[in-house]
């Protein structure tokens, strides 16, 4: 049985997932689309002393329900903000190490938790031409990341394209090795399940299904093998009150569509 | 031309701003005259971030005027950038990200003309493009980095950087190499005349790529006195002696954003983002003609948006004193 798509939509799932993820007190930079809604949701629910910070240069605003910003880069991002900074200063804070948590969206991700935002096909002739990393590459380099994705076979491949932000690499120490000494993947939240990553050999597993979601449908979405926990859970689905305040949120539903 | 990215010499770049005009004097100009001071070849770089505080208005004038083969750089490109490519000022962009924004999706401007090798695209993270303006500005040839290791943009990027094994820690690092731009665009909220200039809400680069280039264009929301200027100097984020030119061009940043005098024409966006999805050279073709070669003013310019734009772009972004 699927989970009741009447009840919620699909990127509603992903916000009310991912903003579970979060604590209150952590200081977390957000990307936009899910993860600025997300850490939003988290603030009007259970974390109301959890710090934003966005990459325009944002230090711990409260967004404006109806008023979401269009990228991280806009006046609408620096309501009642304790901070403006220029960017470049907002970024080394990841590489000072002020930050709990990085969450960014994905548009394709592989076995290991790396991230393409920059090349479908060969780089030198590109099938397509994505926008590229913005604050993705330091982020995932800096901090310990969660990703709020779709999950589609095409998003989820056994090796990305390109690395534009990376996971664990190739797993094991790859990571640690390349001189990425911090950070790396936490979580993945989908419209399907929960997943974390492997202590030893670093690969993605399923640690949750969302209600309704059975093992197969998740491999069947799923462009590689995928362990699932041998302690595998069932979340909650969202509730009429994370609901709520999520529809107050994004009313227009600009992310959540 | 891709020399032009290249770390300067250091007593090349004392030298030249050694021979720059570093008075207190009267720098105010037309668009037109200022957009003059833009040579081809330049590497150009552009203030702001996405769709805020984009100097538009000297974009429209150096598209009008037809400089060609600049190199253009920016923290992050929104559609400023596809109509640098469309008009074939520019066929080489560095940026850490480059599409409208994230609500109207890919860019189909920027896919066409990078994907069919009419355009480059060099890709940097986002710390890293701040971090080489940074060093362009601090005087140094580098700065070290944590940040582009592992990854496939680092790759991209190796004939262009260095690694390094730091000789206190051992630790690894990348070393970014720094970016002095010929010329610097910025738009601001307020400037004096000499060329102080004062950002109201997200400064962005903007202080980093003033200070880094060898020649700064500001546009201005406003033109202050410099007595203001004197009154709150702990507001000025860009010092005379760094700029070359003062244009006041009110709405100089429409369809984007200037903080907390207006917000981005949303509706134009989404008509741009219409026009340019159905056919991306027509599309961007149409709409410099209509919005750039066609109009002989600024105020042509802002015309073609309409008063009702206008006002509720500046409701909006006024808004954000109400807090």
Avoid at chain 1, 223 to 230: H, I, T, Y
Avoid at chain 2, 125 to 143: D, E, I, N, T
Wanted: charged share 25%.
């Amino acid at each position: 049985m699927m989970t009741d798509k009447s009840a919620y939509t699909a990127s509603e799932l992903l916000a009310v997932m991912s903003a579970r993820l979060l604590d209150d007190g952590q200081i977390v930079f957000a990307g936009v689309g899910i993860p600025l809604l997300a850490v939003t949701l988290a603030q009007r629910l259970h974390a109301p002393s959890l710090t934003i910070l966005f990459e325009g240069g944002v230090i711990g605003p409260f967004v404006v329900p109806g008023e979401l910003p269009p990228s991280t880069n806009e006046q609408r991002c620096t309501r009642k903000a304790n901070m403006v900074l220029p960017i470049t200063d907002v970024m080394l804070l990841l590489q000072r190490g002020y930050i709990d948590i990085g969450f960014m969206g994905g548009a394709q991700i592989d076995r290991y938790g790396n991230l393409n935002s920059s090349f479908i096909g060969d780089p030198d002739k590109p099938k397509t031409r994505l926008p590229g990393t913005g604050g993705g590459n330091d982020i995932s380099s800096l901090t310990n990341m969660i990703v709020a994705m779709k999950h589609e076979k095409r998003r989820f491949v056994p090796e990305v394209d390109f690395v534009t932000s990376p996971g664990f690499l190739s797993g094991g120490t790859s990571r640690a090795d390349a001189g990425l000494v911090t950070g790396g993947m936490f979580r993945v939240v989908t419209d399907l399940a929960l997943m974390g990553f492997d202590g030893e050999n670093r690969q993605m597993k399923v640690l949750a299904l969302h209600q309704g979601v059975s093992r197969d449908q998740v491999l069947n979405n799923t462009g590689f093998d995928l362990a699932f926990d041998d302690e595998l859970t069932e979340t909650e689905p969202p509730s009429a009150d994370e609901l709520a305040v999520l529809r107050k949120l994004d009313p227009e539903q600009l992310y959540t569509a | 031309m891709a020399d032009r990215l290249q770390v300067k010499p250091y007593l090349d770049l004392r030298a030249e701003t050694q021979a720059r005009d570093r008075g207190l004097h009267e720098k105010v100009m037309s668009l037109e005259e200022a957009a003059a001071l833009v040579h081809d070849g330049d590497h150009v770089a552009i203030g702001g971030c996405t769709m805020s505080r984009t100097p538009m208005a000297m974009i429209w004038a150096l598209i009008r005027q037809g400089r060609r083969n600049l190199i253009a750089s920016r923290s992050i490109m929104s559609n400023e950038g596809d109509l640098l490519l469309a008009s074939g000022v520019s066929s080489h962009v560095v940026t850490s990200w480059f599409s409208q924004g994230i609500v109207w999706g890919i860019s189909k401007v920027m896919r066409l003309h990078v994907e069919t090798g009419k355009a480059r695209f060099d890709e940097w993270s986002h710390m890293s493009m701040g971090l080489r303006y940074r060093a362009g500005a601090m005087g140094v040839p580098f700065l070290p980095t944590r940040s582009m290791m592992g990854s496939d943009v680092g790759k991209r990027a190796e004939s262009e950087t260095r690694e390094m094994t730091c000789p206190f820690t051992g630790d690894q690092l990348v070393l970014l190499p720094a970016l002095n731009p010929d010329v610097a665009i910025i738009h601001v909220q307020r400037a004096d005349s000499y060329g102080n200039a004062q950002i109201d809400g997200l400064p962005f680069m903007d202080m980093d790529i003033a200070m880094a280039a060898s020649k700064v264009i500001l546009t201005t929301e406003r033109l202050i006195d410099n007595a203001q200027i004197r009154r709150a100097p702990d507001r000025t984020r860009i010092p005379f002696f760094t700029t070359d030119a003062v244009v006041e061009v009110p709405f100089g940043c429409a369809p984007h954003e200037c903080y907390g005098t207006y917000e981005p024409f949303f509706d134009q966006m989404n008509d741009y983002a219409k026009l340019v999805s159905a056919d991306p050279d027509k599309g961007a073709a149409r709409y410099l003609k209509n919005h750039f070669y066609d109009t002989a003013t600024w105020e042509d310019y802002l015309e073609r948006f309409g008063t009702a734009a206008m006002l509720d772009a500046s409701r909006r972004g006024r808004s954000i004193y109400d807090d």
